[in-house]
C-alpha cells in the first residue's frame, strides 16, 4: 500500500527540504516534528505560515514550502501525536561527539526512537536519516523500537538507515538529484525504503544492508576529510619553503582526465586549503567510523590516516591565530592589546549554517592569545547562533589591529582596500579562505594568506 500519512522528526537542513518534497507528493500528508526551544522553536510558526527559515540563497525552498503550506500537505507541530497514524517516520535529528572523547552523543536520537516505539503502528516503516556510528541501526536504534513498541523489526515494522548528501545552497538539488542508498534491516525492509524514497528522487536509488550504508556514509565524509587535509598539509609546506600553494595546485590539477583508462587516469582533484573545516558531518564522522569499528568490530583500529586528517583540519584555527599573532607583532602591535575583526562565523559561504564553525575555535585561540577584544561579523547569521555577533562591517573593522577572514562570504569579496584600511588602526590582514588575492603587495597592509604566507 502506497505511503499517505508521513512523520519526518527534526525540522533542520535534512528534515525540513525532505518533508517539503514528500509534501508535494500527490496524496502524501507530512508533519514535521521540531522542539519548541529557544534555539529552533522559532521555525514552527514560520514553517506553518509557509515561510522559509533558509537565506535567499537556497533554490526552490521557499517556493516549495509556500505551496505544500498553501494546499496544507505539510505542517509542524511540537507533539508527537501525528506518529499513531504514519506509514512512515523519518529520524532527522541531530548526532554530534563529545568534545573530549569523540564518542557519539545520541540523547536525541535515543528520545525519538523510543517515542516512535511507543507510538508507531504496526506495519510502519522507520527511516533513520541522522548520520550515525556503523553498527548503531542494528544494535541499538532497532532494540529501542523493539522493547517501547513490543513488536518485531522485519516482521511488524520495517526498518532502514538511508543517509542523507545535502549541501547549504543546494538542499533540494542534493535531495532530488543525487544516488540514494538505502540500508534496510533486512531485504523487506529495503525495498520499502526504496519505494518511498523513488517518490522524491529522480536518481538511481539502491538498497543494501543498514551496516553497509551506515559505513559508505561516514567513509563518504571521512573521504572528504582527508583530501582536505592533505591540502591543508602542502599549503602549511608551502608556507614554510615560501611558494604559493594555489600555484601549486593549479600545477597538480592540470593533469588531463582520460575516463577511457580510469586505472591509470592521470587526473588529481586537490582540495582547497583554508581556516577550518566545518559543518554537521566533516568534523564528525571520522570519529563515528571510528566509534562503530571499536565498539561492534572485532577489534579496534587506529584508522591512523583518517583520524590524522582529522587532527591536521582542527589545527588550522590555531595556525589562523598563530599568524595573527606574528603579523601584530611584525606590526609592532602588541597581541595582548589588539583588537581583532572575526570575518565570518558560518562555516559555508554565503550561508547562516555555524555548525562547527572554525570561527569558534579560532576566537578561543585569539583570546588564549590575549587580544583584547574581539569583534565578529557575519551577514547572514542570527544572533541566536552567536552572542554579539555584528551585520554591520564598518562598525566591526573600525579601530582593529587585525582582520582574520574565516568565511568567503561575497560581501567580503566586494570590499574595497582603501575604506579598510581607513576604518582599522592596523591594518593586518590574515585570509584563510584566499579572498584578498586581489590586494597583495599593495603599501600600508600586512597580509598573510593560508599557503602563501606574507
Known sequence: MAVQSLVVIGMGYVGIPAAALFADVPGFRVTGIQRRSARSGWKIELLNSGRSPFPENEPGIAELIQ???????????????????????????????????????????????????????KGALVCIESTVAPGTTQNMIKPILEQSSGFTCGEDFSLCFSYERVMVGKLLHNIVHYPRIVGGYTPRCACRGVELYNHIVRAPVSATDCLTAEVAKTVENAYRDVNIAFANEVALACESLGVDVYEVRGFVN?????????????????????????????????????????TYGKEPLPLKVILGSRETNDSMPRHMA????????????????????????????????????????????????????????????????????????????????????????????????????????????????????????SPGIHLSTIGRGK
Not at 77 to 106: C, F, G, N, W
Not at 277 to 294: E, Q, R, T
Not at 339 to 351: D, K, Q
Open 322 to 441: 598563530d599568524l595573527a599573532a606574528q603579523g601584530l607583532k611584525e606590526s609592532g602591535v602588541d597581541p595582548s592589546n589588539a583588537r581583532v575583526a572575526v570575518l565570518g562565523f558560518a562555516f559555508l559561504e554565503n550561508s547562516d549554517d555555524t555548525r562547527n564553525t572554525p570561527a569558534v575555535p579560532l576566537i578561543e585561540h585569539l583570546r588564549r592569545m590575549g587580544a583584547r577584544e574581539i569583534a565578529v561579523h557575519d551577514p547572514f547569521v542570527r544572533e541566536e547562533e552567536y552572542k554579539g555577533i555584528e551585520r554591520d562591517i564598518e562598525r566591526v573593522l573600525s579601530g582593529a589591529d587585525c582582520a582574520c577572514l574565516v568565511t568567503r562570504h561575497r560581501a567580503y569579496e566586494v570590499l574595497k582596500l582603501e575604506r579598510v584600511m581607513s576604518l582599522m588602526r592596523h591594518c593586518v590582514i590574515i585570509d584563510g579562505r584566499n579572498a584578498f588575492s586581489r590586494w597583495r603587495g
Open 254 to 294: 592540470n593533469l588531463p582526465n582520460e575516463p577511457a583508462n580510469p586505472l591509470t587516469n592521470p587526473v588529481r582533484n586537490m582540495h582547497m586549503p583554508g581556516a577550518g573545516v566545518g559543518g554537521h558531518c566533516l568534523p564528525k564522522d571520522s570519529w563515528l567510523l571510528k566509534y562503530g569499528v571499536d
Open 67 to 121: 505551496g505544500v503550506a498553501k494546499k496544507r500537505s505539510f505542517r509542524v507541530s511540537d507533539t508527537y501525536d501525528a506518529v499513531a497514524e504514519a506509514d512512515a517516520i523519518l529520524i532527522d535529528v541531530q548526532t554530534p561527539v563529545e568534545a573530549v572523547d569523540h564518542a557519539p552523543r545520541y540523547e536525541s536520537m535515543r528520545e525519538a526512537a523510543e517515542t516512535v516505539g511507543r507510538l508507531m503502528k
